[in-house]
């Protein structure tokens, strides 16, 4: 059985990005990325990974494809 031993996220998973709307530094864990994937229009592999600034509310992408 697993048992959480602490749940503030170990610094080893956690993540930085700035924010391209306000400019924040923001700190994320991989549960907390958001993502699409998708076909464009000729059939290749489309999609992004994004989170969302809780500061501004927008859509900070961090891969694209
Ligand atoms: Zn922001």
Redesign the pocket.
Known sequence: MVRIVKIKPAKEVKKRCV??????T?EYVPNEIKSYHGRDMSGGPDGREWIV??????D?TLRSW
């Open positions: 924010c391209k709307g306000c400019g924040a923001l600034c809780p500061n501004c509310n927008k900070v």
